[in-house]
């Protein structure tokens, strides 16, 4: 190219290299196996179910890279009527309130058992200034849109994947990844 005029052109041969391994000789081994997990049970009314088991359907199937965060607000986002959330009792400032979202941090809080039990970097995490129902003491991830996250980070070589479901009253969440 050093060669060619201003405003010159040149045609070259275009090579296509396939790669050895496809997406789909990957696929068939990602997620094969249960780094950890954690069932919690889900009390109260039936508007916090809800919020609980929206949360779930919005944060399941989320895959993290080698590297790469989670973030619970970043991916279950604001807590609004228009997105589905409806009132429920939150604990704000040490008092019950009647909240849009209400129950959410049960979703963080069962998160962040399952990536303790992956053994997963624990970025960022605030506890409950009360003890929880759903988890053991002290095992727990508070989240308030804006204000408090629950983040924790994929140190391992593979990609992962979170599966969170609701049956009934209880709130299982997997993570799923590659052991090696």
């Given at each position: 190219f050093e060669s060619m005029a201003w405003g010159?052109?040149?045609?070259?041969?275009?090579i296509i290299t396939e790669p050895e391994v496809t997406l789909a000789d990957l696929e068939s081994q990602l997620y094969q196996?249960?780094?950890?997990?954690?069932?919690?049970?889900?009390?109260?009314?039936?508007?916090?179910v809800k919020n609980i088991a929206l949360a779930a359907q919005i944060f399941n199937g989320t895959v993290l890279l080698p590297g790469e965060e989670f973030s619970y607000n970043g991916v279950v986002g604001s807590r609004q009527a228009s997105r589905g959330f409806l009132p429920a009792p939150a604990y704000v400032s040490g008092q019950t309130v009647q909240e849009i979202g209400g129950g959410v941090c049960q979703g963080s809080s069962t998160i962040y058992l399952a990536a303790l039990r992956a053994n997963l970097e624990i970025v960022e995490r605030y506890p409950h200034g009360y003890i929880t129902r759903y988890v053991p003491d002290g095992m727990d991830a508070t989240v308030y849109y804006g204000?408090?996250?629950f983040r924790f980070k994929n140190d391992t070589p593979f990609p992962i994947k979170i599966v969170g479901s609701v049956s009934g009253r209880t709130l299982t969440v997997n993570i799923l990844g590659t052991k090696h």
């Open positions: 010159e052109t040149q045609d070259l041969d275009l196996d249960t780094l950890g997990t954690c069932s919690t049970n889900i009390s109260g009314t039936e508007n916090r204000v408090k996250d």
